[in-house]
């Protein structure tokens, strides 16, 4: 018998309200998403990276600030053995994208080309840090039969938050400066975040011990496991 308690229906317009409605009436889920989006949209200064370089007078360390983001998250995840103790994934989702804003912050305030690399990897982690607690969430509350249709709103935090965030660096880059750029950036990212977690108290208090989604679930995969096993 296939493990699935459902059959997968074909994809229409209904299901995609369907997805949308059940997130926003799960404020929590919805904050990973916004604060995922905010981080994105405010702080990502990949477009920037090649005049900063030329600002620093090192354009020899492009490759490295390009690399620097992912070295952050790698470092993140082969030591993310911590990451199993935490119950609050909510509260480190906000504090981790909070992370997020004053590193890429730091990064277009200081003048050193190696401090700048510096705060480009514990952004790099940071980010990861939140990617992790996020997937958390996801995985542990979403039930199966929508987690294709949630799918489809994550991979828009994940697209188009991003490519929203170069146009927005670029456009304040070009009415401002490179560097006021990437701070200003960062620190509006603080800012977004902030209010985003006063606005969405779920999210700051989303323990996966006491959540009613996440003990709903934990309680039908056992059950799952007990009759697959009997």
Known sequence: ASPAAHEAAKPSLRSIAEGARYAWSRKELLGTYAIDLAAMFFAMPLALLPFLADELGAPWSLGLMYAAL??????????????????????????????????????????????????????????MVSGIFRAAMWNQTIPDELRGRLAGIELLSYSAGPQLGQVRAGGMAAWTSVRTSIWAGGLLCVGAVGLLALCLPKLMT?????N???????GARRAVSGVSSG
């Open 206 to 210: 989303y323990d996966v011990r006491t």
């Open 70 to 127: 992912p070295a952050g998250a790698l470092l993140v995840t082969l030591t993310s053995g911590w990451s199993s103790g935490i119950h609050r994934h909510g509260r480190m989702v906000v504090l981790a994208a909070v992370g997020w804003g004053f590193a890429i912050s730091a990064a277009g305030v200081v003048g050193n080309v190696w401090l700048v690399l510096l705060f480009l990897v514990l952004g790099g982690a940071f980010d």
């Open 212 to 218: 009613p989604h996440a003990v709903r679930m934990r």
